[in-house]
């Protein structure tokens, strides 16, 4: 710390570390009670209400047996894996093309530019109009359907644009002088500069193809190989959706009722955890982030 | 520049066009692929948006279906509830920009000033993770916790001194119910960005303050805040444009007839009638409306920001 | 290098078309609602019954079936882009089929049922009340329907029997003097002893009676006892009425808000969102906690008990309670499942479907319309059929068997593992005559009461007359109307009988007049009107 330590700054900070703790604890809450709810005796679980603090009953690994025993789930898995580092690598490059152009003061194109990107926030086609657009491509029932329409949004293009605008022109100047084309001035010079929100920016395709169902259930109908792990999860997470066992004839019984139950939150458990798991290596970054002090000068 | 203002206007404008090229030829070769990306998937489908004009039967197509002009416009405007759920989506996403958006820099500020770095990834990483529960099960806790007999229930009657009753059920708490679990979902994940934004602010800049005397409160207000405030009024911006869409999932899953009057919003009220009944034409008009309402949302808050803030989104 | 990639093409190529034409082997595309099963479309793969029933047509189904949850979206898609499979399960289309076959998308079936189908039309004509639901106002059919030879009511309202018999040492005796709960006060005296029960067991969340989030059961439980059905019902001169409009619906809230009042009601019934996980309350059910609920066959007699819990209940099928103290003698009748056929259950072909594949397909389905088809569908092969041979397919195992002398019986092991019963009976959703399925209940109930048949029995006892037939058919103008007006009317509606129920809004004979007043503002006349007409219209079709 740069600064004496007075008095009214130690209360500050004792009131802030208990501020984020309680905030913290309360975050924890509904992840600790999904765990806990996943291990527990299936019947008991049918019976409980309110937060389960410790597994109820005699804990079981059932529910998770249910859920990884399906293989839909494992391949669903290589399929996101696949999504996700597409999108990653490709739409972050293709994001931060655009965040470039679009930030240029002296490109006579570059208003235009985002005046044409912006407007696509607000409006869409809706979704036969989508869809008819998508098929003309051919590539319905593949992977493509799944990776291009997500390449880029405006969004992001709008967060990298204002990273750009935070720098300098001194430093594209200087290069440009030294010969170097646009490629090389965006790649090589300025966008190591911006590291933490390129990381951001990664982060986000990362997560919004994580948890994205909604295209592969449009585009993907006949293809369950290549479902994304997410409408795996979704189809078994709705699966003792009542309104099923109002239509089907008579073959609803307690047992799918009682492990349905269960099975919900295993479904969360394996799907939440991978990125978890995967968030405090970005989070890493964040910090080089601040030894790397934005810019210098 | 200076020699070419004595030209014809429109001339001058193609001549530095051509300039412009010629200099940013490379600029404009790596716009190619943003361009077609946008109007493939982007453009492309919002021919469809025309169906907000007609009786759309899919079979028939666009082509085929019947033109009703402003019929569904107007069947939209005339609905006995539509104030009341105009007035709910603008309060349900107005309390969004007025508190959530706030609090969510305050936090970023916050965490910053956490001296123990290991603390503070803890808590980053913790308040995260509640983003990446399922709504369904976040919002099954909620319901448990409203409930007659649930744990916020039990507090909040003994502070207030109120009989215990449901408190999702009471349609004068919906808004601040749907808020708080709002925040609680979601404040550690719309912060990271203003986080990622404060990391990168200088630390020359904070030591050469700290030489010069300034406390840490003034210090967070004259450099911190300035050095974020592009990202913040970029945020501020898009939330403004997007003032008319409230998610409906959540809602669906929160409300009950016993509070339609405060939480029936635009999207759920499409959910209803168009989804549920397959009134294309309505949803699109609907639709429409709402981007119309929050592009003039969008312009607004750029051009003022623009004046005020000096910085502009578009 | 591209000598060698035409090469290798045109043998693909080759290979292609000769083995297209040695297959005689016609495929079709299903779109096909799935079942709860990991992977729904091994599970149609695998099903002897199906397999055997492709053999014999020389046809092969490949089967798409949408995510679940998503099938609505599916076929809305699917019917709006004209990227049709060439056999559509209309389980979940929203569109008037009429329309549908209008605009080109399916093909009209009557000029078929002639050639190619004559099981199914010997069927249709034997059974007018099928007859009228599958047909239109133009007299043409769309649809290769699942009918039910003799269908039961899956669900109703039940009561905890056992409750009853432990607060009162075993003497249940209701006011009315009959075995099962049939008045006001039979229920006020049943509710009011589960009430005490559960207080003296301590529990801290409970709930006597499970309204709805609306504070009403639509298809007309429990209101039926007032004299009136829920939204839509036909009373006895024949005319349409809007349960929730009629002046006896004040009687209705004003009992509901003093069972409210008295804790007779679960206090959060209104927190229900019609989300479907919560509906009904199963932390209350199934920890016996719960008085009278809206429940399936399934749960009752002794099902639902936990003996390693301590836990014994005996849930009973109850009926709509009299409203004697208004002059009603018995509840109106409510039930809808007498439905055999409905529009939204079966096969149409899609006009993508060539015409040779049509005529192949239709007597296929036509077989089971036939007496050893439509067996066969419902309960599995027989021996005779060879059924062994079609077991070393499927994986699950299932136990095949003759018919007769040991037939496919739908064991508590069965019942139990999900797997083994939902693969075998997977064909349950194809189309044909379902017949009854004796074997499999009977095996359901361990205390030999046939719970199936004691339901059926109670749910229906006072008739479905008056119910609003389901497969009356509107005209797109018509539904579009009906849709916009019951959106309308139900948005003001429910949360006004809740919150009356509940005390926030003060229920006089005034203020139930206004809330009248608006429902006939907000067009239920105009409503009403458009429901007669189609009703007419159906009646005038059926009687023909």
Known sequence: MIEKMTKSRAVFCAVNYALMTLFGVLCLIPLWHVLMASVSDPRLLMASSGIIAWPLGTPTLEGYRIVLSNSAVIEGYGNTLIYVA??????????????????RKNFRLAKPLTAFIMFTMIFNGGLIPTYMVIRSLGIINTRLAIILPALMNAYYIIVMKSAFEQLPAAYEESAKLDGAGPARILFQILLPLIKPTVVVIIMFSVIGQWNSWYPASIYLPRVRDKWPLQLIMRSLLIQNDVSKLLTSSSEANHVVNMTGNLVKYCVTVVGTLPILVAYPFAQRYFVTGITLGGVKG | MQAKTARAPGRAKRESLRHDIAMNKGLYLLSIPIIAFFLVFSYAPMGGLVIAFQNFRP????????????????DFFTNPSFFSILRNTLVISGLGLVIAFPMSIVFALLLNEIGSRKFKKVIQTVSYMPYFISLVVICGLVTEFCSSNGAVTKVFCAITGRPKENLLTNPDYFWAINLISDLWQNLGYSSIIFVAAITSV??????????????????????????IMPTIVTMLILRCGSLLSVGFEKILLLYSPSTYSTADVISTHVQRLGIEQTQYGYSAAVGLF???????????ANAISSKVADTSVL | MKKWTTLVLAALMLVGIVSCAAADTLSYTVFQQGDDVPNPVEAYEVSGVIRYWQDMFDIDMEWQIPPQGSEAEQMNLMLGTGDYTDIMDMSFNTESLSTLCDDGSIYDLTPYLDTLMPNYKAYLDANPDVKSALFDDTGRIYLVAIVQENPKQWGGLVYCRDILETMTGGNVAFPSGSEQPATIEDWEYMLDLMTQYFKAAGMTDYAGLILPATGYFSTGELISGFGIGGTDYVKADGTVGFGIAEDNFYNYLVKMKEWYEKGYIYADFASRSQDLFYLPNTALTYGGAAGVWFGLVQQLGGTMSLPEYGLNMNVLPIGAPADTANGVTAPIGTYLAATRATTNSGWAISTACSQEKLERILPALDWFFTPEGAATRSMGLSAEQGAANYEEYGEKGCPNGARENGSILWTAEMNTNTELGQYEFSQNRLPGLVVDYATRTCELSADGVDYTALGHQTWTQFGNSAVYPYVVAFTPDEMETVNRLSTNLQDYAHPMIVNFIMGREELTPESFAAYQQKLHDLGLDEYLTIKQAALDRFNARAAK
């Open chain 1, 86 to 103: 597409v999108n990653a690598v490709a739409g972050t490059l293709l994001t931060a093309i655009a965040g470039y152009l679009v930030s």
């Open chain 2, 59 to 74: 079979q028939r197509g666009i082509l085929g279906s019947e033109w009703v002009g402003f019929q569904n416009f107007i």
């Open chain 2, 202 to 227: 200088s630390q020359d800049l904070h030591e050469a303050a700290a030489i010069d005397g300034a406390n840490r409160l003034r210090r967070v207000w004259s450099i911190t805040i300035p050095s």
């Open chain 2, 290 to 300: 709402n981007s119309v309402i929050n592009t003039v949302m969008l312009l607004a």
